[in-house]
């Protein structure tokens, strides 16, 4: 069962309902219980990092989560600011993410962007992808994913990097160490690329 975790940020049910659409049953996981019986797991996320840190904090569920991440390996997605929180800290907050990434989170930077270029970003960009990565099977052409963000990660190395944007600049939009992933999209929003993705994540036995 893949469990959706509940920490009182983001759109819970968007994501359970794409996975539906394609045929895959979900749970909204609000307990430790319902967590520990994950066998995949998706941690979605709108809003402010530090926000994010103290939500996942007081849902009573960030023990399991480590223990269901760091000891039973159990395979990870997050999305948008779910993404963020793998990494070390943010400078959006003061407080550490869960730094399972060896990654900061940073605002883009105003002075690379052109006069027509906003932040946040917003909207759907093509996305580099390497299509032998096995989230990313069946994907014909350039990859189109929808984001609505103003922060990036930048990864300590680049085997981390999972897959790249622009706006203005390249930006990391996806990491992955092993069976840990996060992504920058909305996957749960972007369509036949998104789906895809998704039930790429939900099928395979194992990640990477």
């Not at 940073?106 to 759907?124: E, K, T, V, Y």
Request: charge should be negative; proline fraction near 4%.
């Amino acid at each position: 069962m893949i469990a959706i975790v509940d920490y009182d940020t983001g759109n819970l049910r968007s994501v359970q309902n794409i996975l539906r659409h394609i045929g895959f049953d979900s749970t909204i996981a609000a307990t430790p219980d319902e967590l520990r019986a994950a066998g995949k797991i998706i941690l979605p996320g709108v809003g402010t990092f530090d926000h994010g840190m103290k939500s996942l904090t007081r849902s009573g569920l960030l023990d399991v989560l480590h223990e269901k991440v760091l000891q039973d390996h159990t395979p990870v997605l997050g999305i948008c600011l779910g993404a963020q929180l793998l990494t070390r800290g943010s400078e959006e907050g003061r407080l550490p993410g869960l730094g399972w990434i060896d990654a900061d989170t940073r605002r883009f930077d105003a002075a690379q962007l052109d006069s027509s270029l906003r932040i946040p970003h917003m909207g759907w960009a093509d996305t580099e992808v390497d299509k032998t990565n096995r989230l990313f099977t069946g994907v014909q052409d350039v990859p189109r994913y929808y984001y609505v963000h103003s922060y990036h990660m930048i990864c300590d190395t680049s085997e981390d990097e999972l897959c790249h944007a622009w706006h203005g600049y390249r930006f990391v939009s996806g990491v992955q160490r092993n069976h840990i992933t996060g992504v920058q999209f909305h996957p749960e929003k972007s369509h036949r690329f998104g789906m895809q993705f998704l039930r790429n994540f939900a099928s395979a036995d194992n990640l990477p």
